[in-house]
Structures are given as structure tokens and as C-alpha cells.
């Protein structure tokens, strides 16, 4: 029996089961979600902000991405693993872009990457899929042009719904097994889903989306109170991991801890 999840299988997905996908960005995760029966495993680039403190996912690098690629890889048997090309590791050329594309294949043990962009980047898309590297589209709100479109619900006005529209069917004609669909409106989120014969992966796109995704330490309260409208809030591990630590302080002070259960 088949049980480890490929970018064909998650393409034969659509119209038949709803696809799971979930970020992780370290083995510990990595094990719980796969665990979890989870289809896809996306190694973000969103690692710059939850995992390293930055404001953007603008400055993580190639090499940060492999690092915790690799750590994911490690922890994971059954989902799909996609690694996140980060900022400038695909733009410059399709020669860039299939080197770079190729190490997280090679060095990381990804089964796909995600490359952020819509027809214009369709070009790039057909290089890797030739090159057998499957390869997950991503439109709407892209991260990596925040200082372009800024953070805001895209396709809102009907010249950038079609526009929307043109760029997932784009990325279909060049060979993405999926398309990752970020802040758009719902109903222009079921359209898009419609309009294309792979699945679309949601995230704040509505409920007619193939798939979902969520940022893991969203979905975990590890992100604090700065979570976006579309996260659904899973439980608090947040305020449960700041309470332990309390307590263990207090025990540490108190003589409490370690008691004779803790010694050798």
C-alpha cells in the first residue's frame, strides 16, 4: 500500500477529498504532524518571522532554508514535503532558479518546492516541472512582494480578480501540481478553484478551496495575539508553555524542584 504522500497523488486529490497541509519548520513538529496524517508539509519561508524573529520573510536564506528542510525531512515518512524558495533564490534566471530548486531536493530531501508569482513567473514553473521538480504556485497575497502590494486582501476589484484568475490557469498550463492561494476574497476563491483543474490550497481564501493551509504556530497559539482574520485558533500553547515555565521557576527557587523522583 502507498503511503507516502507525491505531488501526483495531491493532484488526484481534487474533486475527491479535501488536502491538509500544515507549515514546520523542525523535526519535533515534523514528527507530530506527520502523525497527524497530514497530506503536505510546506518548510515556509515563513521561518523568518516564527522561527528567527524577523518582521518579513524577506530576509531569510537559501541556506536557512535548507537547514530546516532537512530537519522536517527527517521527522517525516507519509506527508509531502515542499520547500519554500526563498527571496531572490528564483528571480534572478531559470538557471538560478533550477540550482536552487534542485539543492532542496538534493541536499534538503524535499519532494517539492513553492515559488511565489503568477503568469510571469510561468516561464520559471515549466523549467523545474521539465526538470522533474514538482512545483506548488502560490498567488493572491505573495509575502516576498510585501514591499510592493503591502499586506491586504487581494482581487477585490474585478480587474484583479481576472487577473488572478489568468495567473492560477497560467500556472496550470505549466505544470504546477497545486496552488497555494493566499487572502483573497471567498467567492473569488471558489472561482479560481473552479477555473482550474489542480487543486487550490487555501489560506484565507474561503471555504470552496480544495485545501487548506495554516501557519503552525498560528493554528497552535505560538503567535500571540497578532494572528491574522483567517486563523483559527486550535488551542493555547502559548499560554500553557509561559505558565510551565513559570512554575518550574518557582520550584527551582522554592527547593521544589528537583525532588528525590529527579535524582539518580
Keep these: 500500500m502507498q503511503t507516502k504522500w507525491t505531488a501526483d497523488r495531491i493532484k488526484a486529490l481534487k474533486g475527491i477529498s479535501k488536502v491538509s497541509c500544515?507549515?514546520?519548520?523542525d523535526?519535533?513538529?515534523?514528527?507530530?504532524?506527520?502523525?497527524?496524517?497530514?497530506?503536505?508539509?510546506?518548510?515556509?519561508?515563513?521561518?523568518a518571522n516564527t522561527m528567527l524573529?524577523?518582521?518579513?520573510?524577506?530576509?531569510?536564506?537559501?541556506?536557512q532554508m535548507l537547514h530546516h528542510t532537512a530537519a522536517v525531512a527527517r521527522g517525516i515518512t507519509k506527508a509531502l514535503i515542499v520547500g519554500?524558495?526563498?527571496?531572490?533564490?528564483?528571480?534572478?534566471?531559470?538557471?538560478q532558479a533550477l540550482a536552487n530548486a534542485g539543492r532542496f531536493l538534493k541536499e534538503a530531501g524535499a519532494d517539492a518546492v513553492k515559488i511565489e508569482g503568477?503568469?510571469?513567473?510561468?516561464?520559471?514553473?515549466?523549467?523545474?516541472?521539465?526538470?522533474?521538480?514538482p512545483v506548488l504556485g502560490h498567488i493572491g497575497l505573495t509575502p516576498q512582494s510585501i514591499r510592493q502590494s503591502g499586506y491586504k486582501v487581494q482581487g477585490r476589484q474585478e480587474a484583479d480578480a481576472d487577473r488572478l484568475i489568468a495567473d492560477a490557469q497560467a500556472l496550470e498550463k505549466a505544470g504546477v501540481f497545486s496552488i497555494v492561494v493566499e487572502c483573497v476574497p471567498a467567492e473569488l476563491g471558489k472561482t479560481i478553484t473552479q477555473a482550474v483543474t489542480v487543486p487550490t490550497i487555501g489560506i484565507g481564501a474561503g471555504p470552496d478551496c480544495d485545501g487548506q493551509i495554516l501557519v503552525s504556530h498560528d493554528l497552535l497559539g505560538l503567535s500571540g495575539n497578532d494572528s491574522p482574520k483567517f486563523v483559527k485558533r486550535y488551542t493555547d500553547l502559548g499560554d500553557r508553555m509561559a505558565q510551565a515555565?513559570?512554575?518550574?521557576?518557582?520550584?527551582?527557587?522554592?527547593?521544589?524542584?528537583?525532588?528525590?523522583?529527579?535524582?539518580?
Design 53 to 63: 524573529g524577523h518582521p518579513t520573510t524577506l530576509a531569510v536564506t537559501m541556506e
Design 118 to 133: 503568477g503568469a510571469f513567473r510561468a516561464s520559471t514553473v515549466a523549467a523545474l516541472v521539465a526538470n522533474g521538480i
Design 27 to 47: 523535526y519535533t513538529t515534523a514528527k507530530f504532524l506527520d502523525a497527524a496524517d497530514i497530506h503536505l508539509a510546506l518548510v515556509g519561508d515563513s521561518l
Design 22 to 25: 500544515l507549515t514546520a519548520y
Design 84 to 95: 519554500d524558495m526563498p527571496f531572490m533564490s528564483y528571480q534572478v534566471s531559470t538557471e
Design 245 to 264: 515555565f513559570k512554575e518550574y521557576k518557582s520550584e527551582v527557587e522554592s527547593g521544589q524542584f528537583p525532588t528525590r523522583a529527579q535524582c539518580y
